[in-house]
């Protein structure tokens, strides 16, 4: 009896110990996040996986406090572009950006780093929707438009990164895995002929009944970055087709007045072909680019007036100021010297780069709706001019009235066109290819032009040589960025480029 | 509860009967017993024995007294005829074997066949401590707990045994009554250290701590095991009268040591040197040194004196079927930075019924809240700031104030600038704010003899609350000021079932168990921020008064652990001992083909003194050798870590669309898995003449799978991904030695322990090791790679100043920078005449060779003294502190070392001269790494206690005054606030370092204790 007693018990307790467990309780569903294999469905998540993409151009998905905040044309790519040349100094007391300022930097130069990553983690994101959305089923004008948007970003981004490192790794699909990721440098044709391909696919799949500009490519700005593309390459008569292709469209035109390209009420129009949208208005935290925060003089805010968070890092050189003709548009509109508050009391100081400031709009300047402007039309014109100086050894008819056209706008002062800048004409190859060079400095500053004009002239070493800009000391490895120490350490297949 | 008011009456109400006073001593083979209860047993009456082992009481005329003492069979004496009573209690030989718990029950601890430390309450509250982990610091061998921070509430790190993974946690498991307990983390809403999970738990409540350390012990945990299990018991009560206990301690704490700094007028002078020496103008703040005088000292306008106050208050006891304990503690704290307060308040329930013979049902229940009101120290993630730091680099020749009374804004030496500490402690507001409930039930079945069934439900739930607010006058308000709120929830619940069985069969002894257990964890966060306030007044408490939305985010995770476990302790003849055990472990978080592990261990014990050419040795009261080997694991990785997941992400079209979108966040791995740790340990353990006893370990634990986030090349599109890769290995030598060297009159006791631990990481699939995230723009200053241990420290090696006349053009150069004469020199191992990365070498390690434990105590008459000694020795310590405080630049102001720095007519061959270059500011050297070694009087304490003669004919019982000092005295050669001091303590890559981190403090207490 009680033998029998105690084995009911224990098989009690044991079948008690069995029963509480079940199959699925170690099952994980994430709740504040996709899971990555129940996405790349529908037409609204193509579209999302397309989004996507622009928020790595923009602000990158690294937090605030990281150092690797923001996308490309959050800072680096104007700032970089311009303190790396003739035309502005760094102040900001950072040995990294006074490393590039002077042509001090070396392979672990962490803004250098960044600007690769941002580079590398847009095109992932871009090959994610060029290999998925084809499998979506969707309408196939939307599917191709969102592919070719994507294309057309990811071409953009292998530009710059043959520009600033040469050779450099080309995936053209989404790495599954990071072996696959882990490859050696392609010779820049290849990436050249990866970029062109993008192009020519994006300009011909891009409709237009849906997502419209804005910040998205559309077939007049695959036209205009292919133009650019060509000149880098040296393809020069490609080069002046695709210019050509612009400017016959008649979709751009010059404003009248130079000031007019960067007020806030004349983003995406008119002279812009493609600009990286960003928005103040729209955006929570510190999502708008830094052109007020780094470019502003500080100490300017008082009483609820001047610029708020300014710090007037990037400051330019008096060798740039001083390329100005003083009645030229452009200086005025380019730099500020003083501020003047309500009171009537003014404030003058050294030049600082204000163009980029609609002080009506934004009296406080720092939390901008300002667009980074990446292509516009006085650029296809120059482009069509170095091109048509290169193709004919000298330039042609068209190629004065391309130049000219840019260097009349700069003559009208708001009101009248003043006797200054005359046209060119009668230049040799040399002098026309010196007087597009310089027309794009007065044209283009903090632009993210700079560095890639002086180094496809070969003009790096001899114009910031030139400008007396304080211990800069450029050399010609300098010609090409170093590919950066971090990744080579990861990837022993990368090379480094000479003199790093 | 009535009955519970009815025994606190009578036992302060006075009887009176017919009755005769006798008095006597009571004794043991060593001479007088303090505290024996002795009982008159027709009134239910007693007292305990004095210092001296004599009572005084009142019984009837003929009456029974009981004597009874722990670990002493009790004895009943007829008192007829007789007034007074010499009584020779005689040791217990079964309740002398002491009990230790282990995972899932306990064992007597003759029979403990893995590595186990156990502190009782007694050791750990020898000093005065206001949490457990600071209870246990040096006082288990292989326990290295660390105090990083001085900031109250912080939390310290405890390694067992070294550090055992890269990625996932270091921390040990604590299972506190059977329950494990879950560590939540800060959102980040406040700039600050962690709070401590341990805060939730009063010491005073703690019976016992036992700390498994090898996997014998610690495999019954399973996934949870590899860095070590630290058990906490709380007290219980007990069957007799209820005991009321008092305690307070109130004490006062001082910073430890000011760094020296330069004053104002010593800063203008660097500043114009150094402008001079690099070409560049002089800044006009320093025009005229000789007019700013000595300044503002930054430090004395931060740090005071700051008071701590602590009551306790508990009630234990019971009856025969029913026990209680209830408990009390309000503790509150004033920081040394001015502005920082803590408080914190505990209240726990223990209640046991016996509900039948066989069936007893138990519950605990502990409430917790702790309110901290910081400053910005310490700060984990993002920009380092930290109040600490810019005391130090702030202008001197700034006043606090300005001519008009208001705050100096902000410092005028460097771009960007730093806030002024003094209006960023008193005009920002950092709250912290936790409350915890722990509350388990249990049920005990007794199926028949020897066979037990427990279920026990538990939960644990935490609430925290983090609020901040910069005002828009202080300088990181940037004008507009900023709140942020963070809100975290969290719960575990935990259902486990477990059968034990024990029973002896003749030569055979048997202790099994086998059990499941389910476990829940979930928790949840929403933050938000915003700034642009008009209005410095609500702050925090009125975010929506911030003109800009900057941020709302929250977030939701569970993870899932299902567990089978057994084990089985078999002694044969009470000299051989074998322990088998196992857990099953199942966790949600790891990839689809690897969700369950088996985490089995085996160990054996050989008890040589019950072997007859020992059993009748006089000197050997117990020896001991145990052998054990386990696997354990560590899954310490965040929920959804194997899944490929999308983040969302924003664009914006133009002023009036947003685009948002879905990009990738992490990428899948569905092999991820648990971290495995395989250990073996061995151990002996001897006893000399039931006085001195001396135990060591000698172990090696193997760790394979390691997790590891580590870098990819960019061109995957990501920056760094969880992966199992790598192996690493720790091993190490522990010994402790307890001694009663005296136990007459005078009691002397000697404890003392010594670990020793070597790290290696021995498979790395990174070549080049991961390299920390840059600290102060330098970067690469430690670095994990294979064949090293963690915590390596590189940099340049320095060779002395450049003095006039040397050869420029010998000496190795960065190539962005030509030096000059008063320039460091730095060595060019690589001798290519560049420096650069190459040149690099191993400047130290952040662990040490070997860490110990020295306590002693001694008792005479109503006096007792006790004296604690901690120390760590050879590790280095990366002392970014310094680095910012030798830059010479003018940029900020640096210590006073810089006094001394080269000038043409001071051609020293220690301090380079003033320069104001910036490229130069970023060169780590053996200059920063520092001897961390210390030792450190951690506490000292004279106690006396009243004599209980005196007590009598009141209800008092005992009664102890004492006073206390803590870290009174530190011996070591680092030159800055303290050598413990552990930014980034809690992460294995960067731990070691000293960098704006609130300094610690030395404390003078003094305090009571009163039992009724």
Redesign the interface.
Known sequence: MKKQN?TL??FG??T???L??CSD????E????????K?YKTES?A????????????VG?E??????FGGIFFNDYWVMKDILSDNCRE??????Y??LS?F???A?N?RIELY??D???T???S??VIDRVPLIEMDETKRNHLVAEARFIRSMMYFEGVKLFGDV?L?LYE????ED???ARSPKAKVYQAIIEDLKFAQSNLSNGF?VG???PTPMACAGLLSKVYLEQGEYQLSANAAKQVIDSNEYYLWDDYVEIFKLKN??KVEIIFAI???G???????PNQYHVRLLPSGL?KNGEGP??A?GWEVPTEDLYDSFNPLDRRRDATFITSFTYSDGTTVEFDPYIGKFWDQEEEPNGN?T?SDVVYLRYADILLIYAEALNEINGGPTAEAYIAINAVRERARFNGTTYLPILPDLNGLSYDAFRDAVLEERRLEFVMEGQRYHDLVRMGKLVEKVNGANKGNASPMEIHNLLPI????R????KLTQNTGY | MRNLFILILLSCTSYLTAQTVITGTVVDKYGPLPGASVVAKSSNLGTITDFNGEFTLKVNNEDTIIVSFLGFLTQEIITTGKTTFEIMLQEDVNQLDELVVIGYGSVRKKDVTGSISSIDSERMLATVVSSVDQGIQGKAPGVVVNFGSGQPGSKSTVRIRGISSITGTLEPLYVVDGVPLITPTNVGAVSGPSMNALESINPRDVESVEVLKDASATAIYGTRGANGVILITTKRGSDGKPTVNIDYSGSMQFLRKEIPMLNAMQLAQLGNEAADNAGVDRRTIYASPINLGTGTNWQQEIFRNAPMHNVQLSLRGGNEKTKYSLSGNYFTQDGIIISSNYQKANFRINLDQEVSDQVKIGTSINLNRNVLNGVVTDAESGIPSSITSWALEFNPGLPVFDENGEYTYSNNTSNPPVGNPVSDAYETDQTSISSRILGNIFLRWNIIEGLNFKTSIAGDSYFNTEKSFIPNNVYRGQEKGQAAIADSNGYSWIWENTLTYNKNFGDHSLNTVIGQSMQVMRNEFLLVAASDFDDNRLGFDAIQAGAEKTLMANGVSRRQLQSYLGRVNYGYNNKYLLTLSARIDGSSVFGDGNKYGVFPSLAAAWKIHEENFLSESETISEMKIRLGIGRVGNEGIPPYSSLGLLETTEAYFGENEIGKGSGPHSSKNTNLKWETTDQIDLGFDVNFLDRYTFTTDIYVKKTSDLLLNAPVPYTSGYKDALQNIGKLENKGVEFSINANILNKTVVWDVNFNMAFNRNKITKLAKQDGITAEPLLGVNGWTVVEEGQPIGNFYGFQTDGIIQLGENIAEIPYFVDYSPQPGDRKYVDTSNDGILNEDDKVLLGNANPDFSFGFGTSLSYKNWDLSMFLQGVYGNEVANFNKFSLESFDGLKNNSAVALERWTPTNPTNKYPRANADPRRSNTFSDTHVEDGSYMKLRDITLAYNFNNSKFKNSALSNAKIFASGKNLFVLTNYTGYDPEVNRFGEDPLRFGVDYGSYPTTKIFTIGFNVTF
């Open positions: 105690f018990r224990l307790a044991l008690i110990l069995i509480f467990s309780f170690l099952v994980e994430p709740l504040s996040m996709i899971d990555a294999d996405f998540d579209i999302a996986a397309t989004n996507a993409i622009y928020e790595y151009l923009t998905t937090g605030i406090f990281e150092e690797g102040t900001i007391t950072s040995s990294e006074q490393a002077e001090k930097f070396n672990n962490i690769w990553q580079l590398y983690k095109i992932f994101a090959n994610i790794p995936l790495t599954t895995n990071f990721a882990t490859v997502r804005k910040g998205r983003a995406n949208n960003y928005s208005t729209l955006s929570q935290g510190f999502k805010d708020e968070n710090w939390n709706d950066p120490q971090r990744e350490s990861l990837n022993s």
